[in-house]
Nanobody
Framework: VQLQASGGGLVQAGGSLRLSCAAS????????MGWFRQAPGKEREFVAA????????YYADSVKGRVTISRDSAKNTVYLQIDSLKPEDTAVYYC?????????????????WGQGTQVTVSS
């Protein structure tokens, strides 16, 4: 299994970004696809997740209303749209996959990880 995250960059506060996670190596029905982020000196934290099979979405309270997760089964890609970006959103964003129907928020529950993409928000 390979997860390839992309789409990060330097953005001004208030702007938007769409991150992509290209998944390959197997079919992902039954998997939970998640996005996490890790800022310097902080623990990796859950941002959002989507059930590959049902499309049901889960969000961290800290980003709810500004973030939308989605998946395109035809392209085997998961997206994370982040709007109204804030400096505190600055972090490396990782996509991950868990063989689960539960909305896990702990990084240890995820089986596969991408390499991360840097998001930097300037004030």
């Amino acid at each position: 299994v390979q997860l390839q995250a992309s789409g990060g960059g330097l953005v001004q506060a208030g702007g938007s970004l769409r991150l992509s996670c290209a998944a390959s190596g197997r079919t992902f029905n039954g998997y939970l696809m998640g996005w996490f982020r890790q800022a310097p000196g902080k623990e990796r934290e859950f941002v959002a997740a989507v059930s590959w099979s049902s499309g049901r979405q889960y969000y961290a309270d800290s980003v709810k209303g500004r973030v939308t997760i989605s998946r395109d089964s035809a392209k085997n890609t998961v997206y994370l749209q982040i709007d109204s970006l804030k400096p505190e959103d600055t972090a490396v964003y990782y996509c991950a996959a868990a063989w689960s129907t539960q909305p896990w928020v702990l990084p240890t529950k995820y089986d596969y990880w991408g390499q991360g993409t840097q998001v930097t928000v300037s004030s």
